[in-house]
């Protein structure tokens, strides 16, 4: 009972702290103003609307094929999907009648002009065109540009104050500013569930993402099942039978990812992240010495074997058959040097090659046999930052990924400035938490935003909102992505010059809100509510 009377007290203490800050900031928002009823988040790149609006009855309302168009499962499967979501979002609105009175919308004509793809790909385009008017119709060419649109429809939607749903007259032309998009999961510090992993996919998909960065394994643990390596998760998963991603369970990951227009690209980092590696494949790391005998510690992968090759190689060619996507993420962060600086056969060896003492110049071994064998798999590859910072020489179709937060605008510079393409996750390190609305600097980063010529500019593929897992697993990944993520959405969406807080703060808090009545639990923004937010729970 005390110690209950206690926690209360401290409670107490903590919300009149919390308080006090709040009055401190300073923008001030009056809640009964929010909405801007459909809205679009993250922002098309030409939009115009007038204040002429239509009803659309849920019940009634319907996807239907052009007479011309091309059709597929993964659009009709779509369709579904967001009449459902349509229907779901205004059940809470009853209209049991048909407007007689009012102009109506029964149908969204689609028009897609080429045939369908099977998966979306890194030169996948989803530009759209999307007309709200007498007759309301989606354009584009291809499959993915259909399904930009289908969100962005399903978002025009609002309820007026006579509890009628309807749309504005509307013309959209859009199309990303930026072809990779990405959010960055870590299943490897803790475990996340299927389902947990889907939820992000959806919630992805109503925020126009593209490619889901699956951070697999690392030190941790290894949940990825090998059927050339099994021990690697019998031995390296926290629980072989409950805490792994077997074949079937990664299908449904692509599987549920395509039909909203996802890659999924796979993490297997290393040469250092890789401790787990070593249970389930003894003679893989590095043993590391002190006193002059290995002290029964591992260090990174042992670059110097022929064993290591071999093994990378069948793993790799495991993972091909696995992930359908043509990219692949080594790694390469983080290589600690101090394990193989102690051990003497890695001395002798590298003294052999003439490279003593030049551990930059062994890691570049590694990477460039890792390299070379995804090449000859027939992988494209991403790596992170160090490995061009450590000085390793890599193909000229190399992605890197910037992730470190000190001048990311001048790693941007350099990495470009070589002639590489660079995704940059520096701004969006989502796990890192602080009081107040941080979205307001993810959401004014600006990738492009460095000294360098036209040339390098062009060679910026995009962003990723990364989550790392060490304090995340499924009971706080979503309400610690989402919405902080959509303002990195919108950043790698929207044109340059949609950059304005003030202006973004009532469209990311319907975009909030509608996740929510999504069954997102996406966490507030700031004070207020929503209509329906107690719907889901
Ligand atoms: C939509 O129409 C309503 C009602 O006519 C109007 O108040 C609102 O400003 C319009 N919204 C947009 C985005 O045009
Ligand atoms: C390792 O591979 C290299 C290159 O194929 C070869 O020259 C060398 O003899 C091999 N070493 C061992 C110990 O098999
Ligand atoms: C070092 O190399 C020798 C000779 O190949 C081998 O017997 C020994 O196990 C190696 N030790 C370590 C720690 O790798
Ligand atoms: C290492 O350097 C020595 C002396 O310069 C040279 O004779 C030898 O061929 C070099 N070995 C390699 C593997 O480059
Ligand atoms: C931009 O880069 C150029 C060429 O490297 C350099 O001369 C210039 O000082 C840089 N400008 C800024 C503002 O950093």
């Keep these: 009972m005390k110690s209950v009377a206690l926690f209360s007290l401290f409670l107490f203490c903590v919300g009149a702290n ?3 800050q709040i009055k401190g900031e300073k923008v001030e928002i009056n809640v009964r103003e929010l909405g801007s009823p459909g809205s679009v988040w993250p922002q098309p790149q ?4 007038t204040t002429q609006t239509y009803a659309v009855v849920a019940e009634a309302f319907q996807f239907v094929y052009s007479s011309t168009s091309h059709k597929c499962d993964l659009l009709t499967e779509a369709f579904k999907r967001y009449e459902t979501l349509i229907y779901n979002n205004v059940a809470t609105i009853k209209l049991k009648y048909f407007p007689r009175d009012v102009a109506s919308i029964k149908t969204l004509e689609v028009d897609l002009m080429s045939p369908c793809e099977d998966y979306p790909s890194d030169h996948m385009k989803e530009s759209y065109a999307l007309d709200v008017a007498d007759k309301a119709s989606l354009t584009s060419d291809t499959v993915w540009g259909i399904l930009r649109g289908l969100e962005t429809f399903s978002q025009l939607l609002w309820a007026s104050d006579s509890n009628q749903v309807v749309v504005n007259k509307t013309n959209i032309i859009d199309y990303p500013r930026y072809a990779f998009r990405g959010v960055m999961i870590d299943t490897a510090r803790h475990y996340l569930p299927l389902n947990a992993i889907l939820q992000t996919l959806d919630a992805m998909s109503y925020n126009k993402f593209n490619v889901l960065h699956w951070h697999i394994v690392d030190d941790q643990s290894f949940p990825y099942v090998s059927d050339v390596y099994p021990d690697l998760s019998i031995k390296g998963a926290y629980d072989d039978r409950t805490h792994i991603y077997t074949r079937e369970d990664i299908a449904a990951v692509i599987e549920f990812a395509r039909l909203r227009g996802i890659r999924v690209i796979p993490e297997f980092d290393s040469p250092g992240h890789s401790t787990s590696w070593g249970k389930g494949q003894p003679g893989l790391l590095t043993p590391c010495y002190s006193n002059g005998k290995p002290d029964g510690t591992f260090g ?3 670059p110097t074997l022929n064993s290591t090759y071999t093994f990378v190689k069948n793993l790799f060619g495991d993972v091909k058959q696995v992930f359908h996507d043509n990219y692949i993420h080594l790694g390469g ?4 040097f101090n394990c193989w600086q102690s051990n003497p056969n890695i001395t002798k060896w590298m003294s052999d090659k003439n490279i003593t003492g030049d551990y930059s110049k062994l890691e570049q071994v590694y990477i460039q046999n890792v390299i070379d064998i995804s090449e000859t798999i027939g992988y494209s590859y991403i790596v992170w930052q ?16 910037v992730w470190k937060n000190n001048h990311p605008d001048q790693e941007v510079a350099k990495v470009t400035a070589m002639g590489l393409r660079a995704i940059v996750s520096a701004p969006w390190y989502l796990n890192i938490i602080s009081y107040g609305q941080d979205w307001h600097k993810y959401y004014q980063y600006d990738p492009s935003n460095f000294n360098g010529t036209a040339e390098q500019k062009a060679l910026v593929m995009g962003g990723e909102a990364c989550i790392w897992g060490e304090y995340v697993d499924a009971t706080n990944l979503s309400p610690r992505l989402w919405p902080r993520a959509s303002a990195v959405a919108e950043r790698l969406w929207s044109a340059e010059s949609v950059n304005d807080v003030d202006a973004a703060y009532p469209r990311l808090d319907q975009q909030r809100c509608r996740m929510i009545r999504r069954g997102i639990p996406a966490q507030p923004l700031y004070i207020g509510f929503c209509p329906h937010e107690w719907k889901n729970y």
């Design 46 to 49: 030409h939009y115009s609307s």
């Design 333 to 336: 962060d983080e290589v600690q």
């Design 386 to 401: 160090e490995v061009i910072d450590n000085g390793v020489k890599v193909q000229s179709d190399t992605v890197v990924e």
């Design 300 to 302: 990174p992968i042992n």
């Design 18 to 20: 919390a308080n006090s």
